[in-house]
T-cell receptor, first 115, second 111 residues
Framework: DTGVSQDPRHKITKRGQNVTFRCDPI?????LYWYRQTLGQGPEFLTY????????KSRLLSDRFSAERPKGSFSTLEIQRTEQGDSAMYLC?????????????FGQGTRLTVV | KQEVTQIPAALSVPEGENLVLNCSFT??????LQWFRQDPGKGLTSLLL?????REQTSGRLNASLDKSSGRSTLYIAASQPGDSATYLC??????????FGKGTKLSVIP
């Protein structure tokens, strides 16, 4: 296993179009997280799954955003009716269930540009 | 609400110097704190994880410390190299299991 994998690495879309990103976590990890990072800022939490259950969503996740993890393995993040403000790096991370020893591993991210 | 601050925002040092990056957090009820490295346009690489019951962790030339009572962590880099140039992010994990990140310190190591 080579780590967390995200696809595509880059996406350019026109305003108003829908986009979907995929994340494949480290195979034995049952937690999967999505974050968004804009230029010069740290990543901001969007949502996370434990197995197939979506347990927490940030207020940043507007109604145009939806995430799924149908079989508790890979996850998709869809943005409908994209806006220029959605331009950002979308990062996926995974971890095992735990407390103090829970270490998150991140993918290379998907860079979204809305024109 | 947890807030994480990193100072300085940018740092430039000559090759070979030892340096310290600072991270502070407002809520001391954390499970752990993680330090990451991010190269331009890339994802995050985990460097060190310090559990709340630990005081420090070491990996090679890196040493991270944690003082929960004062809400501070430091990342010490020994004998810096040009390849260490990157943005360094710290992130605190609290009860909701999400990580709260600082804005990062952009490090430049000059040959």
């Amino acid at each position: 296993d080579t780590g967390v994998s995200q696809d595509p690495r880059h996406k350019i879309t026109k305003r108003g179009q829908n986009v979907t990103f995929r994340c494949d976590p480290i195979s034995e990890h049952n937690r999967l997280y999505w974050y968004r990072q804009t230029l010069g800022q740290g990543p901001e939490f969007l949502t996370y799954f434990q197995n197939e259950a979506q347990l927490e969503k940030s207020r940043l996740l507007s109604d145009r955003f939806s995430a799924e993890r149908p079989k508790g393995s890979f996850s998709t993040l869809e943005i409908q009716r994209t806006e220029q403000g959605d331009s950002a790096m979308y990062l996926c991370a995974s971890s095992l269930v735990g407390r103090e020893n829970t270490e998150a591993f991140f993918g290379q991210g998907t860079r979204l540009t809305v024109v | 609400k947890q807030e994480v601050t990193q100072i300085p925002a940018a740092l430039s040092v000559p090759e070979g110097e030892n340096l310290v990056l600072n991270c502070s957090f407002t809520d001391s009820a954390i499970y752990n704190l993680q330090w990451f490295r991010q190269d331009p346009g890339k994802g995050l690489t985990s460097l060190l994880l310090i559990q709340s019951s630990q005081r420090e962790q070491t990996s090679g030339r890196l040493n991270a410390s944690l003082d929960k009572s004062s809400g501070r962590s430091t990342l010490y880099i020994a004998a810096s190299q040009p390849g260490d140039s990157a943005t360094y992010l710290c992130a605190a994990r609290a009860g909701s299991y999400q990580l709260t990140f600082g804005k990062g310190t952009k490090l430049s190591v000059i040959p």
